[in-house]
């Protein structure tokens, strides 16, 4: 089973509690005005990986408290990341999964899927969707207010963690990658992604 990723950060922890995976994948089909990862709406390969390759990879990793989805859209490959899931929970279950959607979760509970619907009841918590930046009021881990924080029955989030992800301060990372400048996080309003774009190309 194959995955197609537009990139892959370790230590990420801007996109929920603790140290954290950071998985995007590449390919979306819902065309947010302003999207925040427009590179990586297109349906094209651009890193195609394994999952056993990338489960892996993932545990060979010490020191992380869980593993975040986004994109692209994760429920486009809803299975194979379902799959991983599932699989990285069987060596390390205290790990908490958080899974970033443009789809709204009674959409995807009523009509999707049912690997889709899988993968968004697997999830610690779920942040689903359609950006809209004039709705982009600054608090949490939402892009913007529209979007919904969903906490399953099961997640393991203390009170305090699901105040900061719901209300909190963002923050982003900058990082170095490959030759290309990646920031990971939720910026705020009026962030200029002109001045710190992703990709950028280190000559």
Same mark, same amino acid.
């Given at each position: 089973?194959? #995955?197609? !990723?537009?990139? *892959?950060? &370790?230590?990420?922890?801007?996109?929920?509690?603790?140290?954290? %995976?950071?998985?995007?994948?590449?390919?979306?089909?819902?065309?947010?005005?302003?999207?925040?990862?427009?590179?990586?709406?297109?349906?094209?390969?651009?890193?195609?990986?394994?999952?056993? $390759? !990338?489960?892996?990879?993932?545990?060979?990793?010490?020191?992380?408290?869980?593993?975040? %989805?986004?994109?692209?859209?994760?429920? !486009?490959?809803?299975?194979?990341?379902?799959?991983?899931?599932? =699989?990285?929970?069987?060596?390390?279950?205290?790990?908490?999964? *958080?899974? &970033?959607?443009? %789809? =709204?979760?009674? +959409?995807?509970?009523?009509?999707? #899927?049912?690997?889709?619907?899988?993968?968004?009841?697997?999830?610690?918590? &779920?942040?689903?969707?359609? $950006?809209?930046?004039?709705?982009?009021?600054?608090?949490? #881990? +939402?892009?913007?207010?529209?979007?919904?924080?969903? &906490?399953?029955?099961?997640?393991? %989030?203390?009170?305090?963690?699901?105040?900061?992800?719901? $209300?909190?301060?963002?923050?982003?990372?900058? +990082?170095?990658?490959? =030759? =290309?400048?990646?920031?990971?996080?939720?910026?705020?309003?009026?962030?200029?992604?002109?001045?710190?774009?992703?990709? *950028?190309?280190?000559?």
């Amino acid at each position: 089973m194959w #995955l197609n !990723l537009a990139e *892959i950060a &370790f230590d990420v922890t801007t996109l929920g509690p603790g140290r954290r %995976f950071g998985i995007w994948v590449q390919g979306c089909t819902l065309g947010c005005q302003d999207c925040l990862s427009p590179e990586w709406r297109p349906l094209r390969p651009n890193k195609l990986v394994s999952m056993e $390759y !990338l489960r892996e990879l993932l545990l060979s990793q010490p020191h992380h408290d869980g593993v975040t %989805f986004s994109g692209g859209e994760p429920m !486009l490959q809803a299975r194979a990341l379902l799959a991983l899931w599932q =699989q990285l929970r069987e060596t390390r279950p205290e790990w908490t999964l *958080i899974v &970033f959607s443009g %789809f =709204q979760r009674e +959409r995807l509970l009523t009509s999707a #899927l049912s690997e889709q619907q899988a993968l968004l009841l697997a999830a610690d918590a &779920f942040v689903g969707g359609p $950006y809209i930046a004039r709705l982009n009021d600054n608090r949490g #881990l +939402r892009g913007s207010s529209n979007q919904e924080i969903w &906490f399953a029955p099961h997640a393991r %989030f203390t009170a305090e963690q699901r105040e900061a992800m719901q $209300y909190g301060p963002r923050r982003v990372e900058l +990082r170095w990658h490959k =030759q =290309q400048l990646l920031w990971v996080g939720i910026p705020v309003a009026g962030w200029q992604l002109s001045a710190v774009p992703r990709g *950028i190309q280190d000559e």
